[in-house]
T-cell receptor, first 115, second 115 residues
Framework: DADVTQTPRNRITKTGKRIMLECSQT?????MYWYRQDPGLGLRLIYY???????NKGEISDGYSVSRQAQAKFSLSLESAIPNQTALYFC??????????????FGPGTRLTVL | AQSVTQLDSHVSVSEGTPVLLRCNYS??????LFWYVQHPNKGLQLLLK??????LVKGINGFEAEFKKSETSFHLTKPSAHMSDAAEYFC?????????????FGRGTQLTVWP
């Protein structure tokens, strides 16, 4: 879905390097999320943000940090990448509104390999 | 606490035969339930969602799921598989009693469709 874009789509880096993954959305949603996907484990939440001034840790935030530069932009950083951070990373957005059933809309993913 | 168990990591069917992907959930409150599909090298796409208006939920591409509270299940079905259905499927639960909007993902079921 072109409404949520992620850059880069693929990245290979070395242990110890700093990496930033970027997410942009044109849906006008306040809520944004970062997940990582590992084979056989589904998606796990890293960080989430309900607005520009609100950042919250998810279930696996260690080794990661985020920045919400604007309503439309949410970046994920790996300060010092390690091999077990090799995974597929997804950004997602949602609009809570008054509908508690609103789904999340996902970007195409960034495949990160740490050597 | 919320959690999702997808009972099969892999399901294989022949084209034209029925599909059944099983999902059990646990939720402290009334849940929202979703099925997402992920085609190779693609992001996640919403197939259907349970909104409590009806226990039988119809989604895109001929898929449907039935919410059974007594069995805490939300199995995904399709009467006749198509080659294009080959993908990974995720069952997802959200606690409607929570304002956080977090989603909890199952580990995924890989569907293979044989010609």
């Amino acid at each position: 879905d072109a409404d949520v874009t992620q850059t880069p789509r693929n990245r290979i880096t070395k242990t110890g390097k700093r990496i930033m993954l970027e997410c942009s959305q044109t849906k006008g949603h306040d809520r944004m999320y970062w997940y990582r996907q590992d084979p056989g484990l589904g998606l796990r939440l890293i960080y989430y943000s309900f607005d520009v001034k609100d950042i919250n840790k998810g279930e696996i935030s260690d080794g990661y940090s985020v920045s919400r530069q604007a309503q439309a932009k949410f970046s994920l950083s790996l300060e010092s990448a390690i091999p077990n951070q090799t995974a597929l990373y997804f950004c997602a957005t949602s609009d809570p509104g008054t509908d508690s059933y609103n789904e999340q809309f996902f970007g195409p993913g960034t495949r990160l390999t740490v050597l | 606490a919320q959690s999702v168990t997808q009972l099969d990591s892999h399901v294989s069917v022949s084209e034209g035969t029925p599909v059944l992907l099983r999902c059990n959930y646990s939720s402290s409150y009334s849940p929202s339930l979703f099925w997402y599909v992920q085609h190779p090298n693609k992001g996640l796409q919403l197939l259907l969602k349970y909104t409590s208006a009806a226990t039988l939920v119809k989604g895109i591409n001929g898929f449907e799921a039935e919410f059974k509270k007594s069995e805490t299940s939300f199995h995904l079905t399709k009467p006749s598989a198509h080659m294009s259905d080959a993908a990974e499927y995720f069952c997802v639960v959200r606690d409607r009693g929570s304002t956080l909007g977090r989603l909890y993902f199952g580990r995924g079921t890989q569907l293979t469709v044989w010609p």
